[in-house]
């Protein structure tokens, strides 16, 4: 077993507000000797998520991100050492590790991708952990069907986009709402959306007015804030609401007040929180049921693609700022 030398991307401090690219800089480091158990692995795909500057915050579930610590997450890459009898050199592995051109992973932390003729980096998108949480959300907790009108926010990232394409094939009225012209085009055109609400442009009440008179019936939320209320009071009563996320929070240090509760009492409605890490039994399920989707030509995906290791900050910042479109990934060179 040998030493390597990899560049690593750290976080140089906690962000104030939305993350800037000085947040973040780029290291030189020696990766000592792999211990029984552990493998070197090349990224070709970072997954950068939001629940990343949850973490920065010191507000995430699975853990802070503290200065000067490496930026740990989800990706994509290629067995390059291996000090685990299970694993070899050469085998694509997913799991969590740093962002560089090499890391250090527990062979126990790793699985291997089989996706036939499908691209790996779905494994960090759609037939991944955002898959799985938009799976877990229509499947355990809306379970929307052809009675039902489901509105999703951010429905052209991987989470929105899949939760609505699993309630279309449900036989839902799928609404999705979105920032500017080209989502929104893509949500209704290649996604199969019913429609979809610009929020940089139109009035979201008026419009969903407009679209279902008699208000949605369902509601997965992935944005939280005013959002969240303006729905919840457009809803058709004793509708379902799904709590997945809280972009307009993430970059505050303040916290919205979400809907009163004479709001909810009002709409009659019922709302459950999902954690993805509640729903790991249903990754094999996902998998097949996504794959089967994608391969029957009933399933779009988008991946927002920046080249090369130093340009993970940057496309970090673009994420937080709403400015992505599609999954965003870090490819590097291997
Ligand atoms: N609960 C869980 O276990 C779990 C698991 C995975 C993900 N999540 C959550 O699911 C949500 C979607 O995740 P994703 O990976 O699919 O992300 P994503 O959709 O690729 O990116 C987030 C999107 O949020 C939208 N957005 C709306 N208001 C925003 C604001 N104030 N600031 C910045 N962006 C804003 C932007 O799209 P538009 O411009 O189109 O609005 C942006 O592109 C996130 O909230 C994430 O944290 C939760």
Known sequence: MTTAATRQIRLVRTPAGIPTEEDFECVAVALPALEPGQVRVAPTFLSLDPYLRLQMAKRHLSGNLLPGQPVISELVGTITESNDPRLEPGQTVAGFGAWADLTTIAADGLRTLDFGALPPSLALGVLGMPGLTAYAGVSELLKPGP????????????????????????????????????????????????????????????????????????????????????????????????????????????????????????????????????????????????????????????????????????????????????????????
């Open 147 to 334: 009675d039902d009108v489901l509105v999703v926010s951010a429905a052209a990232g991987p989470v929105g986009s899949t939760v609505g394409q699993l309630a279309l094939a449900r036989g839902a009225t799928v609404i999705g709402i979105a920032g500017g012209p080209e989502k929104c085009r893509w949500v209704v055109e290649e996604a199969g959306f019913s429609a979809c609400i610009d929020h940089r442009s139109e009035d979201i009440a008026t419009r969903l007015r407009e679209l279902v008179p008699q208000g949605p019936s369902q509601y997965f939320d992935n944005v939280g804030g005013e959002l969240l209320r303006t729905i919840l009071v457009n809803m058709k009563p004793h509708g379902r609401i799904a709590l997945c996320g809280i972009m307009d929070d993430y970059n505050s240090d303040t916290r919205s007040p979400g809907p009163l509760p004479l709001e909810i009492i009002g709409a009659r409605a019922t709302l459950m929180g999902l954690v993805v890490y509640d729903y790991e039994h249903l990754r094999a399920d996902m998998i097949s049921t996504v794959a089967g989707l994608i391969e029957a030509k009933k399933f779009a995906w988008r991946e927002d693609v920046s080249e090369g290791l130093e340009s993970a900050p940057s496309a970090f910042v673009r994420l937080m700022q709403g400015r992505n479109f599609g999954k965003t990934l870090v490819h590097l060179k291997s």
